[in-house]
């Protein structure tokens, strides 16, 4: 095909789309409106995953040192505990700093007679996944100085976060791969009911001796403008929603107790996905749409 004939062809892929206005709009409407179905269940998903690593991440193991150490012994095995795997963040508390906190927590009335001789030096321990906390708290205790029964560790806690995590995340792969089908299904029935209603034009082209290539390239083309207009007008829509809501949520509950992850952290994966589901399920349904038209 020479160059002269291809940018007519996407000339004619343009002016197609101002031709068949009501169906162009009913394409990208469609588009639209299924990005911004699939895209509001993923960000809820994905505020749910945050929150439980926020979770996570303040669920910590506490290891407490023998108390025939003296504090700068006890500080030097720190490097120990770093070197094991799946360690995020190891913070030495000295006698002095336990007994603090725990002043800080109670009442008076407990706090009589209590002075920082009654408290252990400990290391508080942040882990990089607590589905691994059972197998972290035998290799901490594993350490001289340390010993078994001296590692404070909630595995209870961490076992109903690890299900809660896997729970969440295996209903939204399955929700998301279901709503991309779906979406896909309608889109690109949406094309081809568009389609459908030149048929005749196509069959003009074939009777005058047109290539499938010839024809099927218009269309692509028109697929391929309609899949950016309605991706970039679903982030759009979307990114609103998602800030309205957002300041709604912090409203109403407060940043503290329940942070909304920031648009603009997510908003480069999120436009790069919806641009590029827009244009493939665009250009295929495009070019599916027609399949059946260019069969001999």
Same mark, same amino acid.
């Given at each position: 095909m020479r160059l002269n004939s291809s940018a007519y062809l996407i000339r004619e892929g343009f002016r197609s789309i101002g031709t068949h206005r009501f169906m162009s709009f009913a394409s990208v409407a469609?588009? /639209?409106a299924c990005l911004l179905i699939m895209g509001s269940f993923s960000l809820v998903t994905e505020n749910i995953n945050a929150a439980i690593r926020a979770l996570e991440n303040q669920n910590e193991v506490v290891a407490y040192i023998d108390e025939t150490l003296s504090e #700068?012994? *006890?500080r030097a095995l %720190? @490097? %120990?505990? #770093?070197?094991?795997?799946n360690i995020a963040t190891v913070e030495f508390v000295n006698r *002095? *700093? *336990? /007994?603090?906190? &725990? /002043?800080?927590? &109670?009442s008076s009335y407990v706090q009589e007679g209590i002075d920082e001789t009654v408290f252990r030096n400990r290391f508080v321990i942040t882990l990089d996944d607590i589905t691994f906390m059972a197998q972290t708290k035998v290799q901490i205790e594993a350490? @001289?100085?340390i010993g078994a029964g001296n590692v404070l560790a909630h595995l209870d806690y961490a076992k109903a976060f690890v299900t809660i995590r896997n729970v969440v995340s295996v209903i939204s792969l399955v929700m998301i791969v279901l709503l991309t089908f779906i979406s896909v299904f309608i889109m690109t029935n949406t094309i081809k009911l568009a389609t459908f209603s030149r048929r005749e034009e196509i069959g003009i082209m074939r009777m005058v001796g047109a290539t499938n290539g010839f024809i099927r390239l218009p269309f692509v083309v028109e697929g391929l403008v309609l899949g950016v207009m309605g991706g970039a007008l679903g982030f759009a829509a979307t990114a609103l929603l998602y800030q309205l809501i957002s300041k709604r949520v912090v409203a109403s509950f407060g940043e503290a107790l329940f942070k909304v992850v920031p648009l603009q952290q997510i908003a480069l994966p999120m436009f790069v996905a919806y641009m590029a589901l827009s244009v493939l399920v665009g250009v295929f349904g495009a070019a599916n749409a027609i399949r059946d038209y260019l069969k001999v």
């Open positions: 469609i588009i /639209m #700068e012994d *006890a %720190q @490097p %120990q505990i #770093e070197a094991i795997g *002095a *700093a *336990a /007994m603090q906190n &725990f /002043m800080s927590n &109670f350490i @001289p100085g």
